[in-house]
């Protein structure tokens, strides 16, 4: 089955900053790719996804980059703020036709500093 | 727009106990989706229901079941409980098509604890 590994666990940065997650995964056949925003008790709330026929999305200050022959994707997060300390994951999806049944990375805490 | 809720928010069960957790999907969404999140860790999936039938599963065991309603809401019922079945229970909705998925929306969760 699809294995996905996220990296960094934790990210500190300063506000202003730019912060970066990316991700691996392990079946060729996925080809849809969301980020969820987790704030502590709260729901995980789809923040951007990209599916595999596109390289890159853009959301305002929210990008992600997917790279299908090396198997990994990231999320760009630019001009920091500090309401977006929160848990970041990413998930790949690889069942064609049958709903996203998503593999979830392990997450990342970012915090950003003030 | 109705967006995902679930019910209990919070529940204490005690091992061997049986638990069944409920969903109410977002308005115009068909498919309902379960995930376990453990503590510090990213949600895992346990199935997904369409058209009242399960249609995925994860690597859960047989003692992790769920039904979907004509109303597309959706119940997961857990027996047999043991400590480890401990975790955030997450209900997602989607509308699933003939040739597009749209994204899951999670619901607030029901947090399990099994002692």
């Known amino acids: 089955g699809e294995n996905v590994e996220q990296h960094p666990s934790t990210l500190s940065v300063q506000e202003g900053d730019s912060a970066v997650i990316k991700c691996t995964y392990s079946d060729s056949a996925s080809n849809y790719f969301p980020w969820y925003k987790q704030e502590l008790g709260k729901r995980p709330q789809l923040i951007i996804d990209i599916r595999s026929n596109v390289g890159e999305k853009k959301d305002q200050r929210i990008a992600v980059t997917l790279n299908k022959t090396a198997k990994h994707f990231s999320l760009h997060i630019t001009e920091t703020q500090p309401e977006d300390s929160a848990v970041y994951f990413c998930?790949?999806?690889?069942?064609?036709?049958?709903?996203?049944?998503?593999?979830f990375g392990g997450g990342t805490r970012l915090m950003v500093k003030p | 727009e109705t967006g995902v809720t679930q019910s209990p928010t919070h529940l204490i069960k005690t091992r061997g106990q049986q638990v069944t957790l409920r969903c109410s999907s977002q308005?115009?969404?068909?498919?309902v989706s379960w995930y376990q999140q453990a503590l510090g860790q990213g949600p895992q999936f346990i199935f997904q229901y369409y058209r009242e039938e399960e249609n995925g599963r994860g690597n859960f065991p047989p003692r992790f079941s769920g039904l979907q309603f004509p109303n597309y809401s959706s119940e997961l019922n857990v027996n047999a409980l043991e400590l480890d079945d401990s975790a955030l229970y997450l209900c997602?909705?989607?509308?699933?098509?003939?040739?597009?998925?749209?994204?899951?929306?999670f619901g607030n969760g029901t947090r399990l604890t099994v002692t």
């Open positions: 997602a909705s989607s509308l699933q098509g003939a040739f597009y998925n749209s994204p899951l929306h």
């Open positions: 308005s115009g969404h068909n498919t």
């Open positions: 998930a790949a999806s690889g069942v064609r036709g049958a709903g996203n049944m998503l593999t």
